[in-house]
């Protein structure tokens, strides 16, 4: 990440990089758009929470933020610093019209942001997300002032809210009976407290590494098998019979089995998946699981064992909480490490993940290896490539059009870029939400059938791949 990036908009909310295209106030006019949409209408002025992830300068953009919010007539209810799944739950809790989340992500320092979320405690659809951009886009460099009539009140209490939800979602007791050593790396994010105290309350052993919410990352934050290493040493070296990950804000999760071998991102949905599926009674009918167009069909796999089907929704929280709920779906998430489990809350989340992991083999008397030795397995390739600017759609349109020629005899999904699939593997390729860049990803049975479709859309793309 260079000092010249973008300020990034999209239906994942605003990123940028902090003092550059990520200010105060920046943030205060972002949250102003979101805000002005949210007093509409009302006969009295709306609350919203605002929490944030422990990046250090996310104190003074959440006061940026609440001075939007205060400017466009709401009331703020600060939760200080929370994971992202714990400001969702928290908007609900609190019967709030929505709520602001100040983070990047997975992204590293220098970057920040702001995830917006809306009444129902998910991220807000893409029409919604757009209508924000454009308030934003059309508000003049000064906001009106703030009402003297509105508040910002203090609330502490989300982290112990949400492990009161996740707690509910799962039967503690054979948790508790297996006395589970677990190694946790919370990367110094914003799941240090309450992912800890969560598998604490699970009867868990816990070696806690980066457990200090500093905002100070130990290792590049995203959970990927190249920024875990310590991790799997840790869990390889200790007795463990696992290790989790968390990303800064704890709404992703990859798994590190008992020999310090990297599970991944992508098993996470599915180990939560094979969960409830489980547990699905049948008198309610044939379950259904949502992911976005780039998570593994091992979902697919398992939905169909237990006599279910799979929606797949365009890249983007918001779009796969669109799907769950207008199928009503029983759990989803994207292969990213991101679970979203409608009892918890209608954002990803890896407290409930943890603990639909643990209670699976806790139920199943099994090793996590033997849970991961039962999903049918495919090979996954992940690559990128830098787009000139601000990326976008745009940057990528004509190599859509050349990969949709290229492939015309297989069956094409143009809903969100474009996703070739061919018999037993797929390739999709798209402009990042959160980066300028194009991401290109291909499952196969084998992994060098999975690098020859990478290499053949590059070919047709003609970029040098990251």
């Given at each position: 990440?260079?000092?010249?990036?973008?300020l990034?908009?999209?239906?994942?909310?605003?990123?940028?990089?902090?003092?550059?295209?990520?200010?105060?106030?920046?943030?205060?006019?972002?949250?102003?758009?979101?805000?002005?949409?949210?007093?509409?209408?009302?006969?009295?002025?709306?609350?919203?929470?605002?929490?944030?992830?422990?990046?250090?300068?996310?104190?003074?953009?959440?006061?940026?933020?609440?001075?939007?919010?205060?400017?466009?007539?709401?009331?703020?209810?600060?939760?200080?610093?929370?994971?992202?799944?714990?400001?969702?739950?928290?908007?609900?809790?609190?019967?709030?019209?929505?709520?602001?989340?100040?983070?990047?992500s997975?992204?590293?320092?220098?970057?920040?942001?702001?995830?917006?979320?809306?009444?129902?405690?998910?991220?807000?659809?893409?029409?919604?997300?757009?209508?924000?951009?454009?308030?934003?886009?059309?508000?003049?460099?000064?906001?009106?002032?703030?009402?003297?009539?509105?508040?910002?009140?203090?609330?502490?209490?989300?982290?112990?809210?949400?492990?009161?939800?996740?707690?509910?979602?799962?039967?503690?007791?054979p948790?508790?009976?297996?006395?589970?050593?677990?190694?946790?790396?919370?990367?110094?994010g914003?799941?240090?407290?309450?992912?800890?105290?969560?598998?604490?309350?699970?009867?868990?052993?816990?070696?806690?590494?980066?457990?200090?919410?500093?905002?100070?990352?130990?290792?590049?934050?995203?959970?990927?098998?190249?920024?875990?290493?310590?991790?799997?040493?840790?869990?390889?070296?200790?007795?463990?019979?696992?290790?989790?990950?968390?990303?800064?804000?704890?709404?992703?999760?990859?798994?590190?089995?008992?020999?310090?071998?990297?599970?991944?991102?992508?098993?996470?949905?599915?180990?939560?998946?094979?969960?409830?599926?489980?547990?699905?009674d049948?008198?309610?009918?044939?379950?259904?699981?949502?992911?976005?167009?780039?998570?593994?069909?091992?979902?697919?796999?398992?939905?169909?064992?237990?006599?279910?089907?799979?929606?797949?929704?365009?890249?983007?929280?918001?779009?796969?909480?669109?799907?769950?709920?207008?199928?009503?779906?029983?759990?989803?998430?994207?292969?990213?490490?991101?679970?979203?489990?409608?009892?918890?809350?209608?954002?990803?989340?890896?407290?409930?993940?943890?603990?639909?992991?643990?209670?699976?083999?806790?139920?199943?008397?099994?090793?996590?290896?033997?849970l991961?030795?039962?999903?049918?397995?495919?090979?996954m390739?992940?690559?990128?490539?830098?787009?000139?600017?601000?990326?976008?759609?745009?940057?990528?349109?004509?190599?859509?059009?050349?990969?949709?020629?290229?492939?015309?005899?297989?069956t094409?999904?143009?809903?969100?870029?474009?996703?070739?699939?061919?018999e037993?593997?797929w390739?999709?390729?798209?402009?990042?939400?959160?980066?300028?860049?194009?991401?290109?990803?291909?499952?196969?049975?084998?992994?060098?059938?999975?690098?020859?479709?990478?290499?053949?859309?590059?070919?047709?793309?003609?970029?040098?791949?990251?």
């Amino acid at each position: 990440m260079t000092g010249q990036a973008p300020l990034m908009l999209s239906v994942s909310g605003a990123r940028g990089i902090v003092g550059e295209t990520m200010t105060p106030e920046i943030a205060a006019r972002f949250a102003w758009a979101f805000g002005t949409r949210l007093v509409v209408d009302r006969e009295t002025p709306p609350t919203v929470c605002l929490g944030r992830d422990s990046r250090a300068s996310g104190a003074a953009l959440a006061q940026g933020a609440a001075n939007g919010l205060m400017a466009a007539g709401c009331d703020v209810i600060d939760l200080g610093v929370v994971a992202t799944p714990t400001t969702g739950l928290m908007v609900t809790a609190t019967a709030s019209a929505g709520g602001i989340m100040i983070t990047a992500s997975h992204n590293p320092n220098p970057w920040n942001g702001l995830k917006c979320i809306d009444g129902g405690g998910s991220a807000p659809p893409a029409a919604d997300a757009a209508a924000v951009i454009d308030a934003f886009h059309a508000a003049g460099e000064s906001l009106p002032d703030i009402d003297p009539d509105r508040f910002m009140a203090m609330e502490s209490r989300g982290d112990d809210t949400h492990i009161a939800r996740v707690l509910g979602q799962v039967d503690p007791v054979p948790i508790r009976d297996r006395g589970f050593s677990v190694v946790l790396d919370s990367v110094n994010g914003a799941g240090c407290r309450s992912g800890l105290k969560l598998l604490e309350l699970l009867g868990c052993d816990v070696l806690h590494l980066n457990g200090d919410p500093t905002g100070e990352f130990a290792h590049t934050p995203e959970p990927k098998e190249t920024n875990l290493g310590t991790l799997m040493e840790v869990t390889a070296e200790s007795d463990a019979v696992l290790g989790f990950a968390q990303d800064p804000d704890a709404d992703r999760l990859a798994i590190v089995d008992g020999d310090g071998r990297y599970i991944g991102e992508e098993y996470t949905l599915a180990l939560a998946t094979d969960y409830i599926l489980r547990r699905h009674d049948p008198a309610a009918g044939p379950p259904v699981v949502a992911a976005n167009l780039s998570t593994s069909r091992m979902v697919d796999d398992l939905a169909a064992r237990w006599g279910g089907r799979v929606v797949r929704s365009a890249v983007g929280e918001a779009n796969v909480v669109e799907a769950m709920r207008s199928t009503g779906a029983v759990i989803g998430g994207e292969g990213n490490g991101g679970v979203i489990h409608p009892g918890v809350c209608f954002i990803r989340d890896s407290l409930g993940a943890m603990a639909m992991v643990l209670a699976s083999m806790a139920e199943a008397g099994a090793s996590l290896a033997e849970l991961v030795g039962a999903i049918p397995s495919y090979a996954m390739v992940k690559r990128s490539c830098s787009l000139p600017g601000s990326g976008g759609s745009e940057a990528v349109a004509p190599v859509l059009e050349r990969v949709r020629s290229h492939f015309s005899e297989a069956t094409i999904d143009a809903s969100d870029g474009v996703r070739i699939d061919i018999e037993d593997r797929w390739v999709h390729v798209r402009a990042s939400n959160t980066e300028p860049i194009a991401r290109i990803i291909a499952e196969a049975p084998r992994a060098e059938q999975a690098e020859e479709l990478i290499a053949t859309v590059s070919e047709l793309a003609g970029w040098t791949l990251d």
